[in-house]
């Protein structure tokens, strides 16, 4: 089976890991700063904050923007569940903007227009979680700018986005949001087996998720509200979680980090080759935006479903069969059975609906030969057209 991605180790990151099961630290040790350092300065943002999952880090962000009760939070219903789940976590409410139909980020339009409806009804969200979908960008500028006027804060989730650019400059420097968070996981464009990080210009937040990614204690004294005990005294002054990274997975992204222009130069390679191979097919390719530049975590198409007379389904079986390992990204939040008890519907985002009943990921990940992108793209070229119904039988 071809995957649909893959992470890819070699002996250097094994013998990253090794060296901190060598040492004295395995889980708060000196890596986890040490990495924080490292990608906050990759993207040119001043602070960062590891954590064991980009939903904790998401999770946390939106605690420390002073997310709760009371509160929304707006999202694309085209993302993981993470997207959304967080603003739930803070005992927020929920809802979501469609997408763009060539993009499949959150649409510029249908945003502008859910926003003067809100305002107008007193229902303006206080974040807004842009996602980067498959690794383009989203508009940010003009998502800042509306942000500007209504008054709300921005938390990019760039989980699929590390490494790529937006206006030329790299996802995570912050330009136009208050926090961006990467994600680790293996499959995504860099890997520490679990883990994500949230990276932000603002001191105050980022004290914040630092805290609350460790059960909000402290040893500073100047926090504590009274003189410690002794040398081993703490105090835990809120609230908090334990969504540490570990010094075993810092080293890892350390040691993945060093690779990333490889890994995306790769991708965009791959994805670059699927473009010629496959532009004679009834599908639609990936859209670029032209001011961006994606990491390409995914390759999604659309099937042109009313050309080929098939399901998605059927395309999927079929390539499945044949060791395609295709996937589908994303189920539309909204029709998740626990966000219908909420009281959402089908129709409710048609752009993000449509587009799901069509979409297929192909595979893509940096270690993926050409031979086999040739096996992918001729299998799909013998689904659509063995599958097709006899029109004269």
């Given at each position: 089976?071809?995957?649909?991605?893959?992470?890819s180790?070699?002996?250097?990151?094994i013998?990253?890991?090794i060296d901190?099961l060598r040492s004295?630290?395995?889980?708060q040790g000196p890596k986890?700063?040490?990495?924080e350092?490292?990608?906050?300065?990759?993207?040119?943002?001043?602070?960062a904050?590891?954590?064991?999952s980009a939903?904790s880090?998401?999770?946390?962000a939106c605690l420390?923007?002073?997310?709760g009760p009371?509160d929304?939070?707006?999202?694309?219903?085209?993302?993981?569940v993470a997207?959304?789940n967080?603003?739930?976590y803070?005992?927020?409410?929920i809802?979501f903007?469609?997408?763009?139909?060539k993009?499949?980020?959150?649409s510029i339009?249908?945003?502008?227009a859910?926003?003067?409806?809100?305002?107008q009804?007193?229902?303006l969200p206080?974040?807004i979680?842009?996602?980067?979908?498959?690794?383009?960008?989203?508009?940010?500028?003009?998502?800042?700018?509306?942000?500007d006027?209504?008054?709300f804060?921005?938390i990019e989730?760039?989980?699929?986005?590390i490494?790529?650019?937006?206006?030329?400059e790299?996802?995570?420097g912050?330009h136009y949001s208050d926090?961006?968070?990467?994600?680790f996981h293996?499959?995504?464009?860099?890997?520490t087996?679990?883990?994500g990080?949230a990276v932000?210009?603002?001191?105050?937040?980022a004290?914040k998720?630092q805290?609350?990614?460790?059960?909000?204690?402290?040893?500073?004294t100047?926090q504590?509200?009274h003189?410690p005990?002794?040398p081993?005294?703490?105090q835990?002054?809120g609230?908090?979680?334990?969504?540490?990274m570990?010094?075993?997975?810092?080293?890892?992204?350390l040691?993945?980090?060093?690779k990333?222009?490889?890994?995306?130069?790769?991708r965009?390679?791959l994805?670059?080759?699927y473009?010629?191979?496959?532009?004679?097919?009834?599908i639609?390719r990936?859209?670029?935006y032209?001011?961006?530049?994606s990491?390409?975590h995914?390759y999604t198409?659309?099937l042109?479903l009313?050309k080929?007379?098939l399901?998605?389904?059927?395309v999927f079986?079929?390539?499945?069969?044949?060791?395609?390992?295709?996937?589908?990204?994303?189920?539309?939040?909204?029709?998740?059975p626990y966000y219908?008890?909420?009281?959402?519907?089908?129709g409710?985002?048609p752009?993000?609906?449509?587009?799901?009943?069509?979409?297929?990921?192909?595979?893509?990940?940096?270690a993926m030969?050409?031979?086999?992108?040739?096996?992918?793209v001729?299998?799909l070229?013998?689904?659509?057209?063995?599958?097709?119904?006899?029109?004269?039988?």
């Amino acid at each position: 089976m071809i995957p649909y991605g893959h992470q890819s180790i070699d002996q250097k990151d094994i013998f990253a890991i090794i060296d901190v099961l060598r040492s004295d630290f395995l889980t708060q040790g000196p890596k986890v700063p040490e990495f924080e350092r490292a990608v906050s300065n990759y993207c040119c943002a001043k602070y960062a904050a590891a954590t064991n999952s980009a939903t904790s880090a998401l999770h946390i962000a939106c605690l420390a923007l002073g997310l709760g009760p009371g509160d929304i939070l707006w999202t694309s219903p085209i993302t993981f569940v993470a997207s959304a789940n967080c603003a739930l976590y803070c005992g927020a409410r929920i809802d979501f903007v469609d997408i763009d139909p060539k993009t499949y980020n959150m649409s510029i339009q249908a945003l502008q227009a859910k926003l003067v409806e809100a305002e107008q009804a007193g229902t303006l969200p206080k974040i807004i979680i842009p996602v980067h979908f498959s690794g383009q960008p989203c508009e940010m500028e003009k998502i800042a700018d509306l942000a500007d006027e209504y008054g709300f804060s921005i938390i990019e989730d760039a989980s699929h986005a590390i490494g790529a650019r937006y206006h030329n400059e790299l996802v995570g420097g912050c330009h136009y949001s208050d926090v961006t968070i990467f994600s680790f996981h293996p499959v995504k464009i860099i890997t520490t087996a679990e883990g994500g990080m949230a990276v932000t210009n603002i001191p105050h937040l980022a004290h914040k998720m630092q805290l609350l990614r460790n059960h909000c204690i402290t040893r500073d004294t100047d926090q504590m509200t009274h003189l410690p005990d002794g040398p081993w005294y703490y105090q835990q002054i809120g609230l908090g979680f334990n969504y540490r990274m570990t010094d075993i997975q810092a080293a890892l992204g350390l040691s993945q980090l060093s690779k990333l222009a490889a890994f995306v130069k790769r991708r965009k390679s791959l994805a670059r080759r699927y473009d010629r191979l496959l532009a004679d097919l009834p599908i639609t390719r990936p859209y670029q935006y032209p001011d961006s530049s994606s990491a390409w975590h995914l390759y999604t198409i659309r099937l042109d479903l009313e050309k080929i007379s098939l399901t998605r389904r059927n395309v999927f079986e079929y390539l499945r069969e044949k060791g395609i390992g295709v996937n589908v990204h994303y189920i539309p939040v909204h029709t998740q059975p626990y966000y219908q008890k909420m009281g959402f519907t089908l129709g409710m985002f048609p752009e993000a609906e449509k587009y799901y009943q069509e979409t297929l990921t192909l595979p893509l990940f940096p270690a993926m030969t050409e031979e086999n992108q040739n096996l992918v793209v001729e299998s799909l070229k013998s689904a659509l057209k063995d599958l097709q119904p006899d029109k004269n039988p």
